[in-house]
Structure formats: structure tokens, C-alpha cells
């Protein structure tokens, strides 16, 4: 009922935002900078900006500079499977290239898409071979697909490594972390010629029980069954995925504006003086960040049930419970893998110890194949975006994945 609520009132209010769209654009003249006109215009982009949508934005990465050069980079689907997508952002090779080693990039399966990654692929790209998990919306996914769990997403790493092929580096954001260092596990216990040659996991949620957050504490205030009760609900029509049972991105949206709800009243009163006030480099900023923030994503209820239950609630795999396909999980297994694990100081989704844990867990790998960084001064998203992610935290990566390439 929650769902179907929620896409009527979409479907209402749809005419009224195309119609404020259009008519912002008409009403926008040069040179009429703080008059009525400019005011109207200013109002009707901000109405027509509040809105949610559910297609992947851009990614936008049309070219990258590697040394001298200024590379063309297309956009290559190298395995297309119903629930995502192994995306290879190939670049063009001039002869001069030196080698570039394959990094997967996996990227979270939770509210919001994969291209809130892409300044982590833009950066990557200078160094490396960059290929992203790129999931898709599960409301557009049919019935007929079957159900989406964490076995799956497991399934889908290690599918997505092997297309890649031997000699692969992984590189695994937030939330996938333990997915990652799980099918690594697997990968590694069979011996698998594709196993990762190295792994870096950033702010992940590895141990859950080390320096608890406010994430984790609402993770553990309710049963399992409460949010199947009060979370779930079913694809209404007319999408592809009707009566797939999915925890809607709109839900995880809404807590999270609800959090800094009067930063993001300001963020669009900012947007409408920049508007009436012609300062449109300052407008635009707010614009892009808005496109990818109202961009929303809903994930399969299975995948999102098991991994609240098992990642936060019941701690699998820190305790060796930790099951894929009936085995289970080991990652004392990883030997040939080298590790690197990074925290942001200031991190208040995952905080600092939260995904070091990982290091205890594999310990079969040789000391001189782990690292570890703390970032001082960065929350949560600072460990992959932003400026000390690109000066400070990613030479760091770079020089790990080249150390670890024999």
C-alpha cells in the first residue's frame, strides 16, 4: 500500500513538474536579474526540481588524462545479467600506454545507483583498467528473474571477477565490503585462477560490533521482522517488476533527508537566489548534486533483509556463521590476495575499526601483504570522493594494487 501511495501521488503531481519545467524555461530572459520574471522562472525550476526519479543518472565520464595524453573513454557492457551490470569504461590506447592492471570497482547496492561512485571511477581511471558493478533498479527487474539475496550478490562478484579475468584487482565500497571479502573467501578455498590479486575495502561494515554508530544501534533496535512488517513492500504496475517485494529507495531517501532536513531546505533556497541572481556556475553545482541525490534505487527485499540480519544484527561473519550456498564462509582461505583496508576518522555510518576487522579475519595472509589507512578529517563519503581521496587516500590504493602485481 506504501508503494502504490507513493506512485499515485507521483503520477499526480507529474503534469504540474513537466509543466513548471517548461514553463521555467520560457519565462528565463537575459539581463533581468532580481525582476518578477526572473523570480517566477527561479520558483518554477526549484518546484520542478522536487522529485524523485528511478533511472540511473550519467555517468558522464566522456574522456580521462593519462600522462600527456587525453584519452576518449566509452562506456562497454562486458556482462549484462538481469539484476546488474559488469561496466567497463574502456579508454582509447595509444601505443605509448603503459599497462594498466583491471580494477573492479564494486559499488553498494543500496538507495541510490552506482554513479555516485563516479569520481571514484574518474580517479581510477588515470592508473587503472576500471570496471563498476552496476546495479540495476529492482523494480524494473520481472518476476520472472526470481528473487535477489545475498548468495546472489556473492554470485554475481565472483561472475563479474571472472569476466574480467586472472589478475583482477578489487576495489569494494561501504556495504559491499563483506560481500567482497566473502566471495574472495570462496574464490580463494576453490583455488579459482580469477581470485582477486588484491582487495581493498573502504568503510565497510566487516564488524559491526567495534565502536557501534547510530546505523548500527537502529540496525539493532528492532527485530528482522519489524522491517519485512514496516519496510517492505510490493512494485506496484505499471513497471516491470510488479509484486516483486522490495525495500523502496524512496523509504531510505526519506530517513536520510529527514536526518539533515534543514541543510537541504537551504541547499534549495541557495539554488533559487542563485537563480534570481544570474550566478548560474553556483546553481548548476546544486543541480548536479540534487540529480543524483533525488536518483533512487530500490533494492530486493531478500538481498535487503539478509544483509540487516546477518551484516548487522547477527555479526556472520566477523563469528565464522557466515554461509554461502551452504558453506561456510572463510576467509582465513585468502592467501595469494593482498589486503588493504581504509577508514575515515570522522566516519559516522562505518566508524574507524569497523572494516580493520578484516585484517584479523584473513589471517593467512603474510604481513607484508596488508595495509591499513586511517584518513584524519574525512567522514564517510570523504574516503572515496573528494579532495583527500584523490591526494592522499588513493596514491595510497594505486600503490598497493602496483606493489601487489608481482
Known sequence: MLYQAYQSQSDLMSPLRLLAQSSSANLWF???????????????????????????PAYGITSVKVGEHELVVTEDKVLDLPFGTL????????????????????????GHFATLLRETVRTLLQDHDV?????????????KHGPFALDDYIDHMIRFTEA????????AVCQPCVAALAATAIMAEDDNPAQPRSLTLMAGPVDCRVNPTGVNTLATSKPI???????????????????????????????????????????????YQHLVDGDLEKANV???????????????????LETVEKVFQTYDL??????????????????????????????????????????????????????HHVQTGVGHYGVFSGRKWNQQIYPRVREMIHASMG
Open 225 to 271: 521482522e519489524w522491517f519485512e512488517k514496516n519496510l517492505i513492500s510490493h512494485v506496484p504496475m505499471p513497471h516491470a517488476g510488479y509484486m516483486r517485494r522490495v525495500y523502496p529507495g524512496f523509504v531510505q531517501l526519506s530517513a536520510f533527508l529527514s536526518m539533515n532536513l534543514d541543510r537541504h531546505k537551504q541547499s534549495f533556497k541557495d539554488l
Open 318 to 371: 566477523p563469528l565464522g556463521k557466515l554461509a554461502y550456498r551452504g558453506r561456510v564462509v572463510n576467509p582465513a582461505a585468502i592467501r595469494r590476495t593482498a589486503l588493504m583496508t581504509v577508514e575515515g576518522e570522522r566516519d559516522d555510518i562505518c566508524s574507524v575499526g569497523q572494516t580493520v576487522a578484516a585484517q584479523d579475519l584473513c589471517s593467512s595472509i603474510r604481513p607484508y601483504m596488508k595495509t
Open 286 to 304: 546544486i543541480r548536479v548534486f540534487y540529480d543524483e541525490y533525488l536518483a533512487v534505487n530500490d533494492l530486493p527485499a531478500e538481498f535487503y
Open 131 to 143: 570496471y563498476i558493478t552496476d546495479w540495476h533498479n529492482a523494480r524494473d527487474v520481472s518476476l
Open 164 to 171: 574480467i579475468g586472472p589478475g583482477t584487482h578489487v576495489v
Open 87 to 110: 561496466l567497463r569504461f574502456k579508454k582509447e590506447s595509444p601505443a605509448d600506454l603503459p599497462f594498466q592492471p583491471p580494477v573492479l570497482l564494486v559499488a553498494p547496492l543500496s
Open 30 to 56: 537575459s539581463k533581468t536579474e532580481g525582476n518578477f520574471l526572473r523570480k517566477l522562472s527561479a520558483s518554477m525550476e526549484v518546484f520542478s526540481r522536487l522529485r524523485l526519479t528511478h533511472s540511473r
